[in-house]
């Protein structure tokens, strides 16, 4: 199995490109820039109705961080719908090592023990790459959408990236956007402009691996949502402790 480094992968990200496989047994990963790219804006972001009611009613418990490993196993998985997956044992074993380097997320949906769906993706400044989500219960990867939503506004970040746009997606919220627009927003989300400024992101090319690193000053903060509220600031505006359904709704506006 050839095996991804994990510079060269934050870097190819950085600029827009990243890798599937054919399959899962595939041996190796070819490298993706769509012509189209679908994003989901996250001030526009609205859950419909019946999600809603599934959310205030807490249908599912929701967590973050808790099983990467988990999730992107029960991503990778062949189904009926899904025989094969582009998800090969490099591209895992890059994310599980991106995850423990704190550039990979997941969020988890139970039904009591059991994982039922979530979602995983890369966090690199103010953009999320989401990867892939799935559902062993109705609507879990939707619950699952909608937190990652409510944590990336929560905790400042400016893109989601969902890569290629779907029926499913659409029906969320996702858009289709150029390729030169999408690589303005990248620009904008990771500050590749400000090259040589204090938290810009800096990637280098030659013959060893691109390497990208980011300064908290301008990545978002994907677990601002579990950080207690800040004497120094509106306490009353920072959700903390256990989160409840309708605790997420109030970022998108609806509490019930």
Known sequence: MATLDPQLVLGAYAVGVFPMADHRDASGVYWVEPKERAILPLETFRPSRSLRKTIAADRFRVTADTAFEQVIQLCAESTANRPETWINHSIEHVFVTLHRLGYAHSIECWDGDRLVGGLYGLALGRAFFGESMVSRAANASKVALAWLVARLKAGGFTLLDCQFQTDHLA?????????????????????????????????????????????????????????????????????????SGRDILQLFGHTS
């Open 171 to 243: 029906s969320m919220g996702a858009i289709e956007i150029s390729r030169r627009d999408y690589l303005s927003l990248l620009g904008d989300a990771v500050d590749a402009g400000g090259r040589g400024a204090a938290g810009s992101l800096v990637v280098t090319t030659g013959a060893s691996a691109p390497a990208a690193s980011l300064s908290s000053s301008v990545a978002g903060d994907f677990g601002a949502l579990d950080a207690p509220p800040d004497p120094m600031t509106d306490a009353a505006a920072t959700l903390s402790g256990p989160l």
